[in-house]
Antibody, heavy 120, light 110 residues
Framework: QLQLQESGPGLVKPSETLSLTCTVSGGSINTLTYYWGWIRQPPGKGLEWIGSCLYSGSTSFNPSLKSRATISVDTSKNQFSLKVTSVTATDTAVYYC????????????WGEGTTVTVSS | QSALAQPPSASGSPGQSVTISCTGTSGDVGVYNFVSWYQQHPGKAPKLMIYEVDKRPSGVPDRFSGSKSGNTASLTVSGLQTEDEADYFCSSYAGRNNVKFGGGTKLTVL
């Protein structure tokens, strides 16, 4: 059974870089059938798709992040990672990683989420 | 990018049916049959309930159904049960490998 687990600092200072890793277990990240994505949810608000990647390193992003986000893949560790630069309080959210269908773009399997707070 | 539009709340009594709408544009919901719905209980991760407009993943009760007409997709929950009380989010492919979510609807079972 495929499982995803987010990890990373829970507190980031304003203007610094947020870094999170998603570890995939119970299946391989090396597949063209799925993208590996990041979604966030600010406190009390809705979901926002951040972006996704293929195991090859090909990526796509939500235009609203204005190039602040990058996603990378480490196939040797079966992990993929998110970085968001120049964070502000508006980046405070629960961050989820998910397996995303490469054909019809739905998020099929989700991690449990990790809370990231941006504060000095 | 603008979110898909959902009503902030919906409600129904046990056993009744409720429908939640999700309105997009001719650039997302209206042109792609890649609409999905997610259920989220408080403090939990979202769970996929419907994909490709009207398909149910294994294990999702057939009380949950999806449909689409024009730029609006809908999720119908029939035979409401207390455990259906949750937030529901729609999502659509929006072209160029881009995905949009709706703002979410809080479903209350009275």
């Amino acid at each position: 059974q495929l499982q995803l687990q987010e990890s990373g600092p829970g507190l980031v200072k304003p203007s610094e870089t947020l870094s999170l890793t998603c570890t995939v277990s119970g299946g391989s990240i090396n597949t063209l059938t799925y993208y590996w994505g990041w979604i966030r949810q600010p406190p009390g608000k809705g979901l926002e798709w951040i972006g996704s990647c293929l195991y090859s390193g090909s990526t796509s992003f939500n235009p609203s992040l204005k190039s602040r986000a990058t996603i990378s893949v480490d196939t040797s560790k079966n992990q993929f990672s998110l970085k968001v630069t120049s964070v502000t309080a508006t980046d405070t959210a629960v961050y989820y990683c998910a397996r995303q269908s490469a054909y019809s773009y739905y998020m099929e399997v989700w991690g449990e989420g990790t809370t990231v707070t941006v504060s000095s | 990018q603008s979110a898909l539009a959902q009503p902030p709340s919906a409600s129904g009594s046990p056993g009744q049916s409720v429908t939640i709408s999700c309105t997009g544009t001719s650039g997302d919901v209206g042109v792609y049959n890649f609409v999905s719905w997610y259920q989220q209980h408080p403090g939990k991760a979202p769970k996929l309930m419907i994909y490709e407009v009207d398909k149910r993943p294994s294990g999702v009760p057939d009380r949950f159904s999806g449909s689409k007409s024009g730029n609006t997709a809908s999720l119908t929950v029939s035979g409401l049960q207390t455990e259906d009380e949750a937030d529901y989010f729609c999502s659509s492919y929006a072209g160029r490998n881009n995905v949009k979510f709706g703002g979410g609807t809080k479903l209350t079972v009275l």
